[in-house]
Each structure stands twice: as structure tokens, then as C-alpha cells.
């Protein structure tokens, strides 16, 4: 079987892209006709986002556009199907999700650029994700106080054992790295000075 050349991939992967998009736009076309109307911005969004994607994916191999490209298009996409009743959000509940999405993002980004998931991406995703899940319950009221009055409250509680975890995944990782889900290249990434620090 002939091998398929670059040109053509780009060219498929476009072709991908497009209809990937022309698909979800109609999807909010079709559910705007319930009496919802499809906002120009977040359809711009999308746009933009499939188009800085696309660059990451076949001309600027840089890891940030492929992480922005695909985090503006998922936030358009959600813009899109909450305006459009598509989704039972309303657009105060966007902050959250955007924020959960920013961490399945990242995630994704790791994958794109190392082809695996490795831990110095895996824990700020989860703990994004893990944010904008508790700020999703605070939106949708499921937590009965107000964000201000537990931030208030509880906030310095939250930023102590944050920072401790932090302390202590750093400590583990430092004299237990055989059980901490990095993997043995990242410390090969290191310059001399940090593998002597590590031990390496």
C-alpha cells in the first residue's frame, strides 16, 4: 500500500476539522430553532480555536497553541450549546466548566506532546479539574453557603493543606521516586545540578 504523504494528511486533518465543526454548528443551528439563537461569539471562538488547532497539529508543533487551540474551541463549543439550550446550563455555570475544561485540556496537551501521560502534567490537571468541580457545585447551589462566605471561611483551611499536599507529593517524589508516577525521562529532561539535588 502506497504510504499517504504529509500534504494529504494536513489536508484530511483540515478536511477533519471542518466538518467536525460544521457538524456541531448544526447541531446548535437545529436546536436554535426551539427558539434559542446562536451567538456570533462564541461561533468565533470556535473558529479560531479549530484554526490555532489545526496550525499545532501540522505547521507550529509548539505544545501552548495545541493546548490553546483546543481549549478556546471546546470553550466556544460549550458557549455555543449552553446559548443554544443544547446543554442544561445556564451561562453563569461557563466559568466552571471552562475551568474544568482547561484541565482535560492540559491533559490532553501532555498526550499530544509526550504521546503518554506523565505526572508533571497529571497532578495540575486533576487539581484544575478538581477546582472547577467544586466551583461547578457552588454554581448549580449544591453547596447551600456562597462561595465568598466559604472562601472566607474556609480558605485559609484549603490553602494550608493545599500547600501541604504540595510539600508532601515534593517530599515523596524526592525519597520514594520508584512509587511517584514520573516517569524515569523526565529527571533525564534535567539539567546536572537537578539530578545531583534529586540524587539522580
Not at 14 to 29: D, E, M, T
Not at 46 to 52: E, S, W, Y
Not at 91 to 112: D, R
Not at 113 to 135: A, C, E, T, W
Request: net charge negative.
Amino acid at each position: 500500500m502506497k504510504k499517504i504523504t504529509v500534504p494529504v494528511l494536513n489536508i484530511l486533518l483540515a478536511a477533519g476539522v471542518v466538518l467536525i465543526l460544521a457538524g456541531l454548528l448544526l447541531i446548535s443551528h437545529f436546536s436554535a430553532g426551539f427558539g434559542a439563537e446562536v451567538p456570533t461569539g462564541s461561533i468565533i471562538l470556535m473558529i479560531f480555536g479549530a484554526v490555532i488547532f489545526y496550525l499545532a497539529m501540522t505547521v507550529i508543533h509548539w505544545a501552548v497553541l495545541f493546548f490553546l487551540g483546543l481549549l478556546v474551541f471546546c470553550i466556544g463549543l460549550c458557549m455555543t450549546f449552553v446559548f443554544t439550550n443544547v446543554l442544561p446550563f445556564g451561562p453563569e455555570h461557563l466559568w466552571p466548566i471552562s475551568l474544568l475544561l482547561c484541565g482535560i485540556c492540559l491533559l490532553l496537551t501532555c498526550v499530544f506532546k509526550h504521546q503518554k501521560i506523565r505526572g508533571v502534567y497529571l497532578i495540575p490537571s486533576l487539581l484544575i479539574v478538581l477546582l472547577g468541580g467544586v466551583f461547578l457545585l457552588f454554581s448549580f447551589g449544591v453547596i447551600k453557603i456562597s462561595l465568598s462566605s466559604f472562601v472566607a471561611k474556609w480558605g485559609p483551611l484549603v490553602l494550608i493543606l493545599a500547600g501541604a499536599a504540595l510539600v508532601g507529593v515534593f517530599l515523596w517524589q524526592r525519597n520514594f521516586k520508584e512509587f511517584f508516577p514520573y516517569d524515569t525521562d523526565e529527571l533525564s529532561d534535567l539539567t546536572d545540578e537537578e539530578n545531583e539535588f534529586y540524587g539522580e
